[in-house]
Nanobody, 118 residues
Framework: QVQLVESGGGLVQPGGSLRLSCAASGFTFSSYTMTWYRQAPGKERELVADITRIGGTTNYAASVKGRFTISRDNGKNTMYLQMNSLKPEDTAIYYC???????????WGQGTQVTVSS
């Protein structure tokens, strides 16, 4: 079965950095675009960044462009989100997401909490 497991969240001061990981299993990781979403308290879930199956194309929310970098290692079935220059408004639960076309289903990880605070 499809599993997505996020890790790497935590508490960091403003201006700091974190790297999130999403370990995938149960599907052909290299065949699918992967996405990071986040949800802050009281707000709707929003797209942070996505990356095509071989990493040739990336897309970022305007609010994180220039600070966050999405990447993937298809040999390790893992996606990453390098987050630099973190701001308090980046505080959220970060989720890994994939849409699997052959069964027409969306899959989410359990999320990892990122808190940016002094």
């Amino acid at each position: 079965q499809v599993q997505l497991v996020e890790s790497g969240g935590g508490l960091v001061q403003p201006g700091g950095s974190l790297r999130l990981s999403c370990a995938a299993s149960g599907f052909t990781f290299s065949s699918y675009t992967m996405t990071w979403y986040r949800q802050a308290p009281g707000k709707e879930r929003e797209l942070v960044a996505d990356i095509t199956r071989i990493g040739g194309t990336t897309n970022y929310a305007a609010s994180v462009k220039g600070r966050f970098t999405i990447s993937r290692d298809n040999g390790k079935n893992t996606m990453y989100l390098q987050m630099n220059s973190l701001k308090p408004e980046d505080t959220a639960i970060y989720y890994c997401y994939v849409y699997i076309s052959y069964d027409r289903r969306s899959y989410w990880g359990q999320g990892t909490q990122v808190t940016v605070s002094s």
